[in-house]
């Protein structure tokens, strides 16, 4: 089992997630986070998969999903060639006595603290997935309430290959 | 200009000939407006036929077929068929009501989500929810059906959009599908690979499937495999491409096939698959080919190319563009003695167990059959043990022969053979079903008779659910469950009912003298011939 980071433009139709995500189910393909947003062009939406499988099956996933009529184009992030970002809400219980290390530990992380309550606190986070994996390990000692996750959007460095979304 | 009236010139400006197709209230503005087309309407007796008939229409006119059908149970009743279309990527285009589109996800009366419901069995699907869109919409899906790896595309148009007024209608000269491109031409350089490996092959093989027929490359195919004396073997879909009295033809792989068919894909040194998924009824074990073994993979579908096994030269793009390229080269092939040896395989192969005296073997009822038929017949196999009977035994001149391969579909051959017969009136056509398959469809004598669209059609009567009882006999040491058909109606009266001339054979005794009856009868005409209950296919 290996990971990969698949960037998709597609045509914004109505449909075009679930038409997506259905192929995925359908076919038995893994999918770990799915983001979707617009481009500067409001006709296209790019969309960041990561997925899971042996070598056949990604290749398989690239070209079924590369195949449906929506998608203008398929391919795959890199690591040492991409950069992926996530973004991460915890609420965790804070008392009186933890808040402060707490703070200093999200500081470490440059962590937001977006909401302080009587008893807890939500904590904001923007980075890599191991980054965060690392900052939700060290909070481990806390009493996690509720997380929300967004999934990793991603690019490619540089301006080689890009495909336009001009109209 | 209603929406309606639009969708109806759309259809005009498409040429499409004849829809086949069921009414229902959602889908009234469009029938009505068919009134001032001159299209041919085909009332069907079952949705899921209109869309088999679109498919029998679409492979043997090479156009795309059209099945029309209502919102909820019109539309969820045409899913089978639209199935059976997408696993042998078959083009056509289904059209069906929708209820109103300020209804839509409300639950109202034949509410069904049918682009949801088909997303899994269709190229593409629209929901059209501006009336200004249909002539880009309808333009758009008859490119989408027709070009690339075929396939099916649904159009759902809601009642109030279809009888909404169009301001201006432009049907597009082209279509502007910035995310569908499909690759026509072969790569030059891929095409230099498979002509090297041709030079350098001893035992090179070809196997053809349905892509060739899709791709109407059957011609340059041909060429290909006698410029060079390639033997050639064929999936089920790709039967009749190739005459099966060819001498380089040898019959049909796969765990249905030749075994002097499978022998020549296993001992080969080069297989060159054209146009074929490498699917698990054609090749077992996809993994055991690759061992000594070089593989060309040609496929208009680069996701089908390693998807059961990794070629060594993989060709993208469509095939009679492909094969006029490649028909341009030459290659240094001499295979002459593995011909040879293939044909000791082929005059090895052992002969089929007779069965019962006292009913019709069907194996040497088909070969008499194909011997008779017209050169240029369409012969359309159903489902089941007449289907292997058929594959197996039929000889194919320069006709067709349809069946429903990727999905098996029981009662696609008369639904298929009304289909064709509405592309090409003056060909002979023969539908042979089992009793199961046969009274799957049999409502449909009803839409041939009415519509002048006959077709003979021949009913392997055995009175089980022969393949399933055989499967049942292998693996439930003889247990039959749910595979007894008694209580099929009397076939004669049944035929007299519809109008139909009926013609039955017991047994061998006078079967040439009764098939020729049956064939030079006007048509339609309906043959029954007894099968022995235990008969089983190999």
Redesign the interface.
């Known amino acids: 089992m290996q990971k990969k980071v698949f960037q998709l433009l597609?045509?914004n139709t109505?449909?075009v997630l679930?038409?997506i995500s259905?192929?995925f189910s359908?076919r038995g393909y893994n999918i770990e986070s799915i983001t979707a947003g617009t481009t500067s062009n409001p006709e296209y939406t790019r969309i960041t998969i990561v997925a899971s499988g042996d070598e056949?099956i990604l290749?398989?996933i690239e070209?079924?999903v590369?195949?449906l009529?929506?998608?203008?184009e398929i391919r795959e992030l890199k690591p040492d060639s991409s950069v992926y970002r996530e973004l991460i809400l915890i609420k965790v219980r804070a008392t009186d006595v933890q808040r402060q290390s707490i703070v200093s530990v999200s500081d470490i992380f440059r962590a937001k603290i977006i909401d302080v309550d009587i008893d807890s606190m939500i904590i904001e986070l923007t980075g890599s997935q191991s980054k965060i994996d690392a900052f939700l390990n060290l909070l481990h000692d806390y009493e996690i309430l509720e997380i929300a996750r967004t999934g990793i959007a991603g690019l490619r460095r540089g301006s080689e290959g890009v495909i336009g979304t001009d109209r | 200009m209603l929406g309606a009236d639009a969708m109806a010139r759309c259809l005009k400006e498409e040429n499409v000939g004849v829809v086949f197709g069921y009414p229902g209230v959602a889908i009234c503005p469009f029938f009505n407006s068919m009134l001032s087309v001159d299209i041919e309407r085909v009332l069907v007796r079952t949705e899921q036929n209109a869309a088999h008939m679109a498919s029998g229409y679409a492979r043997i006119s090479g156009k795309v077929g059209v099945c029309v059908a209502t919102s909820g149970p019109g539309a969820t009743n045409l899913i089978t068929g639209i199935a059976t279309a997408y696993a042998d990527s078959i083009p056509i285009v289904c059209i069906t009501g929708q209820v109103d589109s300020g209804q839509l996800g409300s639950d109202v009366f034949q509410e069904a989500d049918i682009?949801?419901a088909v997303?899994?069995f269709v190229?593409?699907s629209y929901?059209v929810?501006n009336v200004e869109d249909i002539p880009r919409i309808f333009r758009e899906a008859f490119h989408?059906a027709s070009t690339g790896r075929r396939g099916p595309v649904l159009i759902d148009v809601p009642i109030d959009i279809q009888n909404a007024v169009i301001s201006r209608f432009v049907y597009p000269a082209e279509v502007n599908?910035?995310?569908?491109k499909p690759t026509v031409k072969g790569h030059t350089e891929q095409i230099k690979k498979v002509i090297k490996a041709i030079t350098g092959s001893k035992r090179p093989i070809i196997c053809v499937g349905g892509g060739v027929h899709l791709s109407d490359a059957t011609y340059e195919v041909r060429n290909f495999a006698h410029k060079y004396g390639i033997p050639v073997v064929s999936t089920l879909m790709g039967l009749s491409v190739m005459p099966t009295n060819d001498p380089l033809y040898f019959g049909m792989v796969g765990n249905n096939g030749k075994p002097y068919a499978n022998k020549a894909m296993n001992e080969s040194d080069l297989i060159i698959m054209i146009g074929a998924r490498v699917a698990d009824r054609a090749i077992s074990q996809p993994d055991l080919i690759m061992d000594n073994t070089v593989l060309v993979h040609i496929d208009v579908?680069?996701?089908e190319i390693?998807?059961n096994v990794?070629p060594h030269i993989p060709l993208v793009g469509d095939i009679k563009a492909i094969f006029e390229e490649i028909n341009k080269y030459d290659a240094e092939c001499n295979c002459a003695d593995w011909v040879e040896t293939l044909n000791g395989y082929k005059a090895d192969a052992p002969q089929r167990k007779k069965p019962r005296a006292e009913y019709v073997d069907p194996a040497v009822f088909i070969t008499m059959l194909s011997e008779k038929l017209n050169d240029d017949a369409i012969y359309v196999a159903d489902v089941g043990q007449n289907q292997m009977w058929s594959c197996g035994y039929h000889i194919v001149k320069n006709g067709r022969f349809l069946t429903s391969g990727g999905m098996g579909t029981m009662g696609y051959s008369i639904p298929a053979a009304i289909g064709a017969r509405a592309a090409e009136p003056q060909r002979q056509i023969v539908a042979v079903c089992g009793d199961g398959s046969f009274q799957m469809s049999m409502m449909e004598l009803a839409t041939m008779q009415q519509h002048g669209l006959p077709v003979k059609i021949i009913i392997f009567h055995n009175g089980y659910l022969g393949l399933v009882r055989e499967y049942q006999y292998h693996v439930y040491k003889g247990h039959y469950s749910v595979v007894d058909l008694s209580g099929s109606p009397d076939f004669g009266k049944l035929s007299e009912a519809y109008g139909i001339p009926f013609y039955k054979l017991k047994n061998m005794e006078g079967a040439s003298k009764v098939l020729d009856d049956f064939l030079s009868c006007k048509d339609p005409a309906l043959m029954e011939v007894m099968i022995d209950p235990m008969d089983v296919v190999k």
Not at chain 1, 69 to 72: G, H, L
Not at chain 2, 177 to 180: E, I, K, P, V, W
Request: hydrophobic share 25%; proline share 3%.
């Open positions: 597609v045509d109505s449909g679930s038409r259905g192929l359908r056949a290749e398989q070209k079924q590369g195949k009529i929506d998608v203008r | 682009t949801g997303e899994s190229k593409y929901l929810k989408i599908l910035r995310t569908y579908d680069p996701a390693g998807k990794g």
